[in-house]
């Protein structure tokens, strides 16, 4: 059982290319999320999906998108990388909608940096 | 704009004394969350409050979730060195599953 795990757990980019941040939760949850935590700023989050087939804008989408690839899995693209990207990028995980305690499981996350 | 204000930003104490964190939104919160994360690491859940005027214990820490479901607060009762990290809240705002966390407390404990 090893909850949510992410890849890679480092990445550095040049301004322009894209990438995809993979995410996958063993833990049969219905929602996942993607978070950045940028310094001082706490977590923000980007993109949530609360069932599999379905995904939602959070606080700051602009400049990702996100794919819902079955109830296991949850990626995060970045189609042309900016330097304003660079963060630590977490996927999480809740028990089933619906209920009333939605504890979230975070993944290791991945630092990424754009020059 | 930042939904959940949490303060203060930073706290050091000496090993022994009390610590507190505060957030508040401006907008009535579904529920509220604390996370603990230590450096270098992810967050890790603490607890969840659902409740008006709830108050729930875990060992020394102590959370609450106001009145009027606009405020929460956690405090930690003689802060021992393993409490170091830091604090985050995060409040559900019309959903109960989406969330906006404060931009946390780092409380740093002087052996």
């Known amino acids: 059982n090893a909850g949510v795990t992410q890849t890679p757990k480092f990445q550095v980019l040049k301004t322009g290319q894209s990438m995809t941040l993979q995410c996958a939760q063993d833990?049969?949850?219905?929602?996942m999320y993607w978070y950045r935590q940028d310094p001082g700023m706490g977590l923000r989050l980007i993109y949530y999906?609360?069932?599999?087939?379905?995904?939602d804008k959070g606080e700051v989408p602009n400049g990702y998108n996100v794919s819902r690839l079955n109830k296991r899995e949850f990626s995060l693209r970045l189609e042309s990388a900016a330097p304003s990207q660079t963060s630590v990028y977490f996927c999480?995980?809740?028990?089933?909608?619906?209920?009333?305690?939605?504890?979230?499981?975070f993944g290791p996350g991945t630092r990424l940096t754009v020059l | 704009g930042q939904q959940v204000m949490q303060i203060p930003q930073y706290q050091h104490v000496q090993e022994g004394e009390d610590f507190t964190t505060y957030c508040n939104s401006s907008?009535?919160?579904?529920?509220i969350q604390w996370y603990k994360q230590r450096p270098g690491g992810h967050p890790v859940f603490l607890i969840q409050?659902?409740?008006?005027?709830e108050v729930k214990k875990q060992k020394r820490l102590t959370f609450q979730f106001g009145e009027a479901k606009k405020n929460s607060s956690l405090h930690i009762t003689a802060t021992q060195t393993t409490d170091v990290g830091t604090y985050f809240c995060?409040?559900?705002?019309?959903?109960?599953?989406?969330?906006?966390f404060g931009s946390g407390t780092k409380l740093n404990v002087k052996p």
């Open positions: 999480a995980s809740s028990r089933p909608v619906g209920g009333t305690y939605n504890e979230q499981f």
């Open positions: 833990m049969n949850h219905n929602s």
């Open positions: 999906s609360a069932s599999e087939g379905t995904t």
């Open positions: 907008t009535t919160l579904s529920n």
């Open positions: 409050l659902v409740k008006s005027g």
């Open positions: 995060a409040g559900a705002i019309y959903n109960f599953n989406k969330f906006y």
